[in-house]
């Protein structure tokens, strides 16, 4: 199984990006996907998930609706939607996905939750 990331790179603040993420060899259809953040330094926090067949998202609380995540299950593939970056939103963003069925919301938060990470992908908002 891996996952892909891509989509990250430089922008401005108030800008936007588009984050991917790409399963190969087994579909997350049923479980959960999600992406997290890291800065150097810091453990990884929770950005935003989606599980229980697409049908349910959660959001760190944080994010007050910047954000939207959601799933492609044909091509098995994850998206973050990211608008009006700030600054503080610099980290390396990663993908993870578990095939668990019928997680809660807050369990889907957890990072010990995933079986399965992807490499990262950068993003930078520069003031």
């Known amino acids: 199984v891996q996952l892909q990331a891509s989509g990250g790179g430089w922008v401005q603040a108030g800008g936007s990006l588009r984050l991917s993420c790409v399963a190969s060899?087994?579909?997350?259809?049923?479980?959960?996907m999600a992406w997290f953040s890291q800065v150097p330094g810091k453990e990884r926090e929770f950005v935003a998930s989606i599980y229980r067949n697409g049908r349910s998202t959660y959001y760190a609380s944080s994010l007050k609706g910047r954000f939207t995540i959601s799933r492609d299950s044909a091509k098995n593939t994850v998206y973050l939607q990211m608008n009006s970056l700030k600054p503080e939103d610099t980290a390396v963003y990663y993908c993870?996905?578990?095939?668990?069925?019928?997680?809660?919301?807050?369990?889907?938060?957890?990072?010990?939750?995933?079986?399965?990470w992807g490499q990262g992908t950068q993003v930078t908002v520069s003031s």
């Open positions: 060899g087994r579909s997350f259809s049923r479980g959960a």
């Open positions: 993870a996905a578990t095939a668990a069925e019928s997680l809660i919301a807050s369990t889907t938060a957890n990072a010990n939750a995933y079986d399965y």
